[in-house]
């Protein structure tokens, strides 16, 4: 009886992982589907943000350091307020106990108040010297 229930059991749960992973499989198939043409369509407005700031600039390299530069400026915010909390954490929560720790947090945010205001003017200068500085 129990060879009985063990074998019963086994056939269950192999025709249970066959069942349930063919569901899985085709859910899986329609996410790629539909990822895959999420990412083309990134792809396309990547591409014609692109080509829109080299028509802008007149010139393929200008072009493309003006979107580097964009895209610095946008992804810099969050990295450098992410900075600036772990920094105001070591500085007034660590620091209280570690003298040590208190100077590295102030640090920290001179560091990436310094590096948020690089990235923030960063494309602005280089804009003005495109606009300016070429002739």
């Keep these: 009886m129990k060879k009985a229930v063990a074998i019963f059991t086994i056939l269950v749960v192999i025709l249970g992982i066959f069942t349930f992973s ?50 610095v400026r946008i992804y810099s915010i969050p990295f450098c307020f992410l900075g600036i909390a772990i920094g105001a954490i ?17 640090g920290l945010i001179v560091t ?8 923030q003017v960063l494309p602005l200068a280089f804009a003005m010297f495109v606009k300016f500085g070429r002739g």
Excluded at 44 to 63: F, I, M, N, P, V
Excluded at 90 to 106: A, P, S
Excluded at 112 to 119: A, R, S, Y
């Design 22 to 71: 063919n569901k899985v499989y085709a859910t899986e198939k329609a996410i790629d589907e539909k990822t895959e043409s999420k990412l083309v369509e990134i792809k396309e407005t990547q591409t014609k943000s692109l080509e829109d700031y080299q028509e802008k600039y007149g010139s393929d390299a200008y072009g493309l350091v003006a979107y580097i530069l964009n895209i």
């Design 112 to 119: 990436f108040v310094t590096i948020l205001i690089i990235c």
């Design 90 to 106: 070591h500085q007034y929560v660590i620091g209280i106990r570690k003298l040590d720790t208190l100077e590295k947090g102030m």
